[in-house]
């Protein structure tokens, strides 16, 4: 790399924006624990009870017009704080995403789920992003979507991920602009953001002067 960009050496690096980087002689390992620990007090949930997941399966967010309403400026603030600790926690992008469409006028209902997040991270802090040492560079996106199932547009939510070698490197969840008409529409949706990532993939690669013939992109499918 100091042949390619202008580089100065201070030493190993440990923390990074709030990311704590451990390097062993087999891989990287990245996870913010710190941060969550100062989140949990920011928000005065640091004696929450854990939780084993971010949110049940059954819960169902809506607008809630007949909920009480919270502090907007506190759920927003929780929100962002959730939105940065994705960058090594993937688990929660759904979850996360899916609270954060209600910051306009947020409920009780709203704010409950978020507390489940937090709930969980706090038993969950020690996980992170674990990449391991002399992994290949072949390429694969998956991507997914639900049909429908936001209760408040039905719009639907598309998923995608990639992955280099066995390393995960960039992850996303976004409610789809457009009302899919077929579950065929919302996958397209989603097959159009998963071949948008597979060009930036392969450009960003470019730089360390490796090309990516081909890129496969694989969609889950769901047993009906």
Known sequence: MHDEFEMSMMGELNFFLGL??????DGIFFNQSKYVKEMLKKFSLENAKPIKT??????????DEEGEPIDDTKYRGMI????YLTASRPDIMFSVCLCARFQETPKTSHLKAVKRIFRYIKGTSHLGLWYPKGTGLETIIYADSDYARDYVNRKSTSGVCTFVGCCLTSWMSKKQTALAISTTEAEYVSARKACQQALWMKQALVDYEVKLNDVPVLYVMKEP
């Open 54 to 63: 971010p949110m049940s399966s059954e819960t169902k967010l809506t607008r």
């Open 20 to 25: 704590q980087i451990k390097q062993f002689e």
């Open 80 to 83: 962002g704080s959730l939105l």
